[in-house]
């Protein structure tokens, strides 16, 4: 059994989709160990995304997620981390193939719907971040 950090960002949240994708990770099998709706600050939004401090679009992230509630979920399951990541398909939406959560629902690179843990380290790293 592995866990995982999933966080349906403020777009999801807007248009309506947590039901939608709650259903899919569920139906896929996986179980929500503990889940959190609440508007996240700039700090704990920085750290998450601290690997990208240097990246152009840094602050539009931040901006973009903290600008609203999001539903962050610790979800378990046999190799979760993975199976969470083919499930949200590719960050970039002209790759996102249809049938994963990306590639149904999200149309920009930056407003992707739905974050998945990319590692172990990472899962490890956000899990606690997030729920402490
Ligand atoms: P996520 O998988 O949560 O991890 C990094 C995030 O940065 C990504 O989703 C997008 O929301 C955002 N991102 C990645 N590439 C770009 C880009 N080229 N322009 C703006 N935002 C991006």
Known sequence: MERTF????P???ERKLLGEIISRIEKKGFR???AKLFQPDRELVEEHY???KDKPFFEEIVEYITRGS???MEV???SAIEM???MIGATDPKKALPGTIRGD???SISENIIHGSDSKESAKRELKLWFG
Do not use: S
């Open 32 to 34: 929500i160990i503990r």
């Open 70 to 72: 999001v539903m962050a």
């Open 50 to 52: 601290i690997e990208h």
């Open 84 to 86: 969470m990541r083919n």
């Open 6 to 9: 999933i966080m349906i960002k």
């Open 105 to 107: 629902f999200a149309y």
């Open 11 to 13: 777009d999801g949240v």
């Open 76 to 78: 378990e399951g046999d």
